[in-house]
């Protein structure tokens, strides 16, 4: 299938596990444990329905809204993703673009491989930010300094994760466990079989650091050990108060 042919959620679920390297997609398309979780929020969508009301005028849709001062053309918002940047080349930017291009909102991650700069450079409204906390309170002041400076107009702030959740595709994959000889042997000629995706992403959507998280330190040579790092730099969230100090008095939300 091509991707204009793409219609459904299906289908673009189907593009993406031919894309791209199986450790990619389980870490995109997987959940908690045994995903339980996911099916139950499909299921649940499932059973919502439309109401079919007729001899309406059409002539004047609108479904904008507004939401921290900034005008959605529709009640979407494109939520953060971590290492978005290896599912397609620069992946944050391209998401920031596609949300300005509809006039909704697109929400950085902390761990992006595009940093808040990169990202903002490229489009007219900034985007929100989402933070994870990290033990040096002074990077963090630091960190929310430069999405101030930026003009990120809203702070995302992750409160439901005090720690990482038990993702079984992950740990089988090599995205948070470290693999044998064999395991590496079978990601990376996984990674050589997905041609489209080794020459767009990996070859020329360098570099494929945390690009907010530079000055943090850390230089993991695969996913496994960019998640042992993260393990070790972040920690439970801190108070709102202490956020808002640092941030500032613009929107905020957990």
């Given amino acids: 299938m091509k991707f204009s042919h793409a219609v459904s959620f299906e289908d673009y679920q189907s593009l993406a596990r031919r894309r791209l390297p199986k450790v990619l997609f389980d870490y995109i398309d997987g959940g908690a444990y045994a995903e339980v979780t996911i099916k139950r929020n499909a299921t649940d969508f499932e059973s919502l329905c439309l109401r079919q009301r007729v001899m309406r005028d059409m002539s004047s849709i609108d479904l904008s809204s507004d939401l921290f001062n900034q005008r959605l053309s529709h009640p979407v918002i494109l939520g953060p993703v971590g290492f978005a940047g290896m599912f397609s080349r620069r992946g944050e930017v391209q998401a920031a673009r596609a949300a300005a291009a509809v006039g909704v909102p697109f929400c950085l991650s902390t761990v992006s491989i595009c940093s808040i700069e990169e990202v903002c450079a490229a489009v007219e409204t900034p985007p929100w930010f989402q933070l994870y906390m990290i033990k040096d309170r002074g990077f963090v002041r630091e960190l929310l300094a430069r999405a101030r400076v930026a003009g990120c107009p809203a702070l995302v702030l992750t409160v439901d994760l005090p720690t990482p959740g038990a993702r079984y595709r992950d740990h089988r994959s090599g995205m948070t466990a470290r ?76």
Avoid at 186 to 198: A, E, N, T
Avoid at 205 to 233: C, D, M, Q, V, Y
Wanted: hydrophobic share 35%; charged share 20%.
């Fill in 179 to 254: 693999q044998d000889t064999l395991g590496r042997m079978k990601q990376f000629f996984d990674g050589l079989s997905h041609s489209s995706w080794l020459y767009d992403v990996f070859l020329r959507g360098r570099p494929h650091g945390f690009g907010n998280l530079t000055a943090a330190g850390g230089k993991a040579k695969s996913f496994s050990e960019a998640w042992e790092w993260i393990r070790a730099i972040a920690e439970l969230p801190g108070s709102c108060r202490t956020i808002s100090g640092f941030y500032g008095s613009g929107p905020m939300m957990g």
